[in-house]
């Protein structure tokens, strides 16, 4: 079965940039999403196929892909960014979570 | 607009099944394939399968395979998810979801604990 790999946390300082990596073997042949969730909220997506962003969501998200990897951006974090970030791809109409990231805006 | 509600929360022992229902309306349900994830309490999303509205197919993480059902009532645009053999660690929230091409859709959730 295919797995990806996410860092379990990350910070950053309000206005800065931060990354979050996503690795995994299926990202070579199909899309990567991000998700956010906050605490006590359904997922909400970010990012699709791998680097671009549905309506309403802040110029600030971006994603990039290379290889078995892709990266969530986030230019400029503000502190109502502060959550956790899964990664999702699909291969066959399985999906696969990547185990999530916690992003603290300290 | 899209909605997926699905069933309230609920309560069983040990041993027991349960069936969680997923609603759908504002979009055509056989459209895409619905899949249910799980979240236990502080932690992350679980991908348990996925239903095929349209055929009734369906696809298991092998996690659960053995465990648990799919089903679908095409006439109500309404899915169903069913788990048997509950155990603690089953405790979790169950979301009803499809993605589209630029999209994603998700139900708000239904917790069901297990506990004796």
């Known amino acids: 079965s295919h797995e990806l790999t996410q860092p379990s946390s990350v910070s950053v300082f309000p206005g800065q940039t931060v990354r979050i990596t996503c690795s995994g073997d299926v990202l070579a042949e199909r899309y990567g999403r991000w998700f956010q969730q906050k605490p006590g909220q359904v997922p909400l997506l970010v990012i699709y196929q791998d680097s671009e962003r549905p309506s309403g969501i802040p110029e600030r998200f971006s994603g990039s892909s290379s290889g078995t990897t892709v990266t969530l951006i986030i230019s400029g974090a503000q502190v109502e960014d502060e959550a956790d970030y899964y990664c999702y791809s699909a291969a066959d109409n399985n999906w696969v979570f990547g185990g999530g990231t916690k992003l603290t805006v300290l | 607009q899209v909605q997926l509600v699905q069933s309230g929360a609920e309560v069983k022992k040990p041993g027991a099944s349960v069936k969680v229902s997923c609603k759908a309306s504002g979009y055509t349900f056989t459209g895409y394939y619905l899949h249910w994830v799980r979240q236990a309490p502080g932690q992350g999303l679980e991908w348990m399968g996925w239903?095929?509205?349209?055929?009734?197919?369906?696809n298991f993480a092998q996690k659960f395979q053995g465990r648990v059902t799919m089903t679908r009532d095409t006439s109500i645009s309404t899915a169903y998810m069913g788990l048997t053999r509950l155990r603690p660690d089953d405790t979790a929230i169950y979301y009803c979801?499809?993605?589209?091409?630029?999209?994603?859709?998700w139900g708000q959730g239904t917790l069901i604990t297990v506990s004796s």
């Open positions: 979801a499809f993605n589209t091409g630029t999209t994603n859709y």
């Open positions: 239903l095929n509205p349209t055929t009734g197919g369906t």
